[in-house]
């Protein structure tokens, strides 16, 4: 069997994430990684049984056939251009870049490139998400009325000190839109549909000394398809809390809260489906089980010349147009229609 062979770039919090998946695929053999701070490319290589580089133009003669990226959002956008421009299928972490503009540029080059681009949100394929988007698909449940989506977690100082890209426009491109509630922006744009017209507020409420970035944001959602959406996001809560999206329709409402999907359906709540798989103990709980399925899922793509897990630039730049578009309503007190 042909193994395709690959590279991840970034070797820090989610980079054991992508090559836990990868050591367990049999198809697949992780031949490099990269990192610009030698001692952790090393130790990953180490880890890995694998060879390490610091510089990852050094990727572009090697004849490999995927490149991780799983560097600071700043470099999404020079890193994931040249690797394209060097005939490499590349994985991105989200976002898809710093910001709606600079998304736009990638999601051209993407177009235009014979190698693929898959974005790494993994909620998609959560099996209450999974099951959720086929029940509202099949249109059992009537005409999407409206959507909320909360995100209520914690994000203290040590976390924004431990990394400099952390806390900054320029580095980060955002605070907790583009950062943790961009997953929950993501699900309700690919539940709904595309958003027309909102009206936001940003705030920075903790850590004003330590953050030029919003760690509060709310927005009302104008959806094309004339669904209203109600969002909230803030990284001051006291600890993580499970991200809740109910999704009002004529006939029921679906609950996604944690591991269980509920529908309520003239008051009577049905348990629909609890996911009861574990997440693995050494990574954080609240980026969920999927990475598994994206990852596996964007060999499988490759291999097949299919499109079944490779959720692309086209698609992954709406969630960071929201984001664009809220920041704009929140500078100018006004409502902004999205383009
Ligand atoms: N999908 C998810 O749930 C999820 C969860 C966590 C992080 N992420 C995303 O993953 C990406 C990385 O986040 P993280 O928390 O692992 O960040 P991190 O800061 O822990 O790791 C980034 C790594 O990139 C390396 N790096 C920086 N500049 C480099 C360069 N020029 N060349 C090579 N390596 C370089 C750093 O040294 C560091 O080791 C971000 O886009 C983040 O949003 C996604």
Known sequence: MQKLKTA?????????????????????????????????????????????????????????DVVHVCTPHYLHLPMTADLLEHNLN????????????????????AAG??????????????????????????????????????????????YYLQDS???????????????????????????????AELKASIDTRLL????????????????????????????????????EIVIDCEKASLQLVGKRLLKIESGIVEELQIQAEKEPANYKSYWGNSHQKIISGFYKDIKLGTEKYIINAESAVKSLQIIDAIYQSAHQNRRIVLK
């Open 165 to 195: 890209w952390r806390g900054s426009y320029q580095t980060e491109g955002g605070g907790v839109l583009i950062n943790q509630a961009i997953h929950t922006l993501d699900l309700m744009h690919w539940f709904v549909g595309d958003v």
């Open 8 to 64: 991840i770039i970034g070797c820090g919090n989610i980079f054991p994430v992508h090559a836990d998946v990868l050591k367990n695929l049999a198809d697949v053999e992780l031949t490099y990684v990269v990192d610009n701070q030698k001692s952790r490319a090393k130790a990953a290589a180490s880890k890995y049984n694998c060879s390490y580089l610091t510089d990852y133009r050094k990727l572009f003669n090697l004849q490999l």
């Open 113 to 158: 490139s014979s190698s693929k681009l898959g974005v790494v949100f993994q909620n998609r394929f959560n099996p209450n998400n999974q099951k959720a988007k086929q029940l509202l698909s099949r249109g059992e449940l009537g005409k999407i009325k409206g959507i909320k989506g909360f995100v209520t977690w914690h994000r203290d100082k040590n």
């Open 208 to 243: 004003q000394n330590i953050i030029e970035v919003e760690d509060t944001a709310e927005a009302t959602l104008y959806f094309a398809n004339g669904a209203v959406g109600i969002f909230y996001a803030t990284n001051t809560f006291t600890s993580n809390s499970p991200v």
């Open 90 to 109: 590349v994985l991105l972490e989200k976002p898809l870049t710093l910001n709606y503009q600079t998304g736009c540029q990638l999601a051209q080059l």
